[in-house]
C-alpha cells in the first residue's frame, strides 16, 4: 500500500483560533503538543497527527497512513471537537487530501508521463523536450461536489498522485455526509493509486 497520508480540511469564516484549546483535542486517546501559538494561527502535533487552525481555515493530517478505519475514527473525533467551537453553521466547505506515492527513479516518472502526454507534441511546441510533466484528472466518484488527482513528476523523489474530494457545504447534514465520506474518499484514492500502480509497472518492463 503506498498511501502516505492523508488530511480534512474545514473551511470557513471567522474561526476562534485564540479561544482554541489543545487539552480539549486528542486522536486516539493522544495528547497534542502546541507546536505554534499566534493570535491568527494555531498548530499541534503528536508523532501521529498534526492540526493547524487559521481562521478561515481547520486542518488535521495523518501523517503515515495504516489502519484507516481507525485512522478516520480518529480524525473524525477531533473534528467533532473542533465543531464544538465553531458550530457547524460557520463551515463553506470540507476537503479530504491524500497523497500517493509511485515508486521509481527519473526514468520512471519520465515513462509514466509519456504515457498520459504526448512528450514529442509537447516538444513540439515548446522547442525542447519537457523535463518533466504534471497532469490533473478531475472527476466526481460519490457524494463530492468535485475531485482532483494530481500527478506530479517535477519535484525530487518519487511520482506523486495528489488527491482532493471537495465538498460544498449547504447546511449541517452536508458537513454529517462530508465527514462520514472519508473513508469513502480514501476507496477512491486506493482504486486510483493502484491503477496507476499497474500503468507504472507496464512502462517499467
Same mark, same amino acid.
Given at each position: 500500500m503506498a498511501?502516505?497520508?492523508?488530511s480534512v480540511?474545514?473551511?470557513g469564516?471567522?474561526f476562534?483560533?485564540?479561544?482554541?484549546?489543545?487539552?480539549?483535542f486528542q486522536y486516539?486517546h493522544?495528547?497534542?503538543?502546541?507546536t505554534?501559538r499566534?493570535?491568527?494561527?494555531l498548530?499541534a502535533?503528536n508523532?501521529?497527527?498534526a492540526?493547524?487552525?487559521?481562521?478561515?481555515?481547520?486542518?488535521?493530517?495523518?501523517?503515515?497512513a495504516?489502519?484507516?478505519?481507525?485512522q478516520?475514527?480518529g480524525?473524525?473525533?477531533?473534528?467533532?471537537?473542533f465543531?464544538?467551537?465553531?458550530?457547524k453553521?460557520?463551515?463553506?466547505?470540507?476537503?479530504?487530501?491524500?497523497?500517493?506515492?509511485?515508486? @521509481?527513479?527519473?526514468?520512471?516518472k519520465?515513462a509514466l &508521463?509519456?504515457?498520459?502526454a504526448s +512528450?514529442?507534441?509537447?516538444? =513540439? *511546441?515548446?522547442?525542447?523536450?519537457?523535463?518533466?510533466?504534471?497532469?490533473s484528472?478531475?472527476?466526481?466518484?460519490?457524494?463530492?461536489?468535485?475531485a482532483?488527482?494530481?500527478?506530479?513528476t517535477?519535484?525530487?523523489?518519487?511520482?506523486?498522485?495528489?488527491?482532493?474530494?471537495?465538498?460544498?457545504?449547504? @447546511?449541517?447534514?452536508a458537513?454529517?455526509?462530508?465527514i &462520514?465520506?472519508l473513508?469513502t474518499? +480514501?476507496?477512491?484514492?486506493? =482504486? *486510483?493509486?493502484?491503477?496507476?500502480?499497474?500503468?507504472?509497472?507496464?512502462?517499467?518492463?
Amino acid at each position: 500500500m503506498a498511501l502516505m497520508n492523508f488530511s480534512v480540511v474545514l473551511v470557513g469564516e471567522n474561526f476562534p483560533v485564540q479561544t482554541i484549546k489543545i487539552a480539549d483535542f486528542q486522536y486516539r486517546h493522544r495528547a497534542l503538543s502546541e507546536t505554534l501559538r499566534l493570535p491568527v494561527a494555531l498548530q499541534a502535533e503528536n508523532n501521529l497527527v498534526a492540526m493547524q487552525v487559521i481562521p478561515d481555515r481547520f486542518e488535521v493530517r495523518v501523517k503515515t497512513a495504516d489502519d484507516l478505519a481507525v485512522q478516520t475514527d480518529g480524525v473524525s473525533a477531533m473534528v467533532d471537537t473542533f465543531l464544538e467551537y465553531v458550530g457547524k453553521r460557520t463551515v463553506t466547505a470540507v476537503g479530504h487530501n491524500a497523497q500517493w506515492v509511485l515508486p @521509481g527513479g527519473p526514468g520512471s516518472k519520465k515513462a509514466l &508521463a509519456s504515457r498520459f502526454a504526448s +512528450l514529442p507534441n509537447i516538444e =513540439a *511546441i515548446i522547442g525542447v523536450p519537457p523535463s518533466d510533466v504534471d497532469l490533473s484528472f478531475g472527476f466526481k466518484l460519490g457524494q463530492e461536489t468535485r475531485a482532483r488527482a494530481s500527478m506530479t513528476t517535477s519535484s525530487e523523489g518519487e511520482a506523486l498522485l495528489d488527491f482532493n474530494f471537495h465538498f460544498d457545504i449547504s @447546511g449541517p447534514a452536508a458537513i454529517t455526509t462530508a465527514i &462520514a465520506e472519508l473513508q469513502t474518499s +480514501l476507496t477512491h484514492v486506493r =482504486a *486510483i493509486g493502484e491503477a496507476m500502480d499497474r500503468q507504472n509497472s507496464m512502462v517499467n518492463r
